[in-house]
């Protein structure tokens, strides 16, 4: 499946996100007995790949009233381990908070895949299923043209900005499972559509987009959102529900924290299973 599992997890980033969002430490007048000061759970991240081996990583909670100009701070050296209820794999710790199994290891779909592992005492544990492969995923056009503009020297788009054209993506969903897609573009050297000013405040220029995670059968992509000509991988993912609300809820601001949802037990983060389709789209030069 290529880097599209490590591309799922920016949504501002999404992990980074829930890193700081121990904000919730703000409630530590909870007497609960099972109560876990902010700060001192793991956040995971693991998505785990049909016909894979299994790789995810770990890293430090940030308390609310922790320096926060690291977000990053991996934690290795962890004794992980992922049972399918016969086999149990022993993660390799690879540095940088990245743990791996060995390279023979094959997931299967349907599979209940069981995470373990003891931080500061406490046991986290996790559980998911890799989902079926996506089905009859296709696209109404193969390919678009555009206008190649340089605005390197300032100046409007004039009249040769493009119009949009809408690019349709289907599939079969009989169970309104979760699905999104993501467009990669993967040529080696990719030529810009638009070329920006130096001085542009438009920094978002990426080879990659995505859209949001829908239970419908059908999402529409825009022509003015492809930024680069060539060839486009169009990847159809479909995932289940846990990674859908937390995707849906890094919309929290500072006015409005919330607890970021996760079925990660004494941890955060997100421990899931995915599978994919793929379709070949062009972007061509008028």
Known sequence: MKSYIKFISSKNNLLAIIIFASLLGIVACDKDSNFIEGGARPVVEAYLVAGKPISLSVKKEIAYNEDTSNTEAPINGLNIKISDGTNTYSLTSNGAGVYKSDSTVKLKVGVTYNLS??????????????????????????????????????????????????????????????????????????????????????????????????????????????????????????????????????????????????????????????????????????
């Not at 987009?209 to 930024?227: A, I, M």
């Open 117 to 286: 592992f003891t931080y500061n005492g406490n046991a986290v544990t996790a559980s998911t299923i890799i989902p079926t492969k996506p089905v009859g995923f296709k696209t109404d056009i193969t390919s678009i043209a555009r206008t190649k503009l340089n605005l390197s020297s300032g100046g409007g788009f004039g009249g040769g900005f493009d119009e949009n054209t809408d690019v349709n993506l289907s599939w079969s969903n009989p169970n309104s499972d979760y699905h999104f897609v993501v467009v990669d573009n993967i040529e080696a050297n990719p030529v810009l559509i638009i070329t920006l000013p130096t001085t542009s405040n438009f920094n978002d220029l990426t080879r990659r987009f995505r859209s949001q995670p829908v239970q419908g059968t059908t999402t529409q992509l825009r022509s003015q959102q492809f930024q680069y000509f060539g060839k486009h991988n169009l990847v159809l993912l479909k995932v289940n529900p846990d990674y859908a609300a937390l995707y849906n809820s890094t919309g929290s601001t500072s006015q409005n924290i919330s607890t970021p949802p996760t079925t990660i037990t004494n941890g955060l983060g997100i421990f899931t299973g995915v599978n994919a389709d793929t379709l070949a789209f062009t972007v061509k030069q008028k």
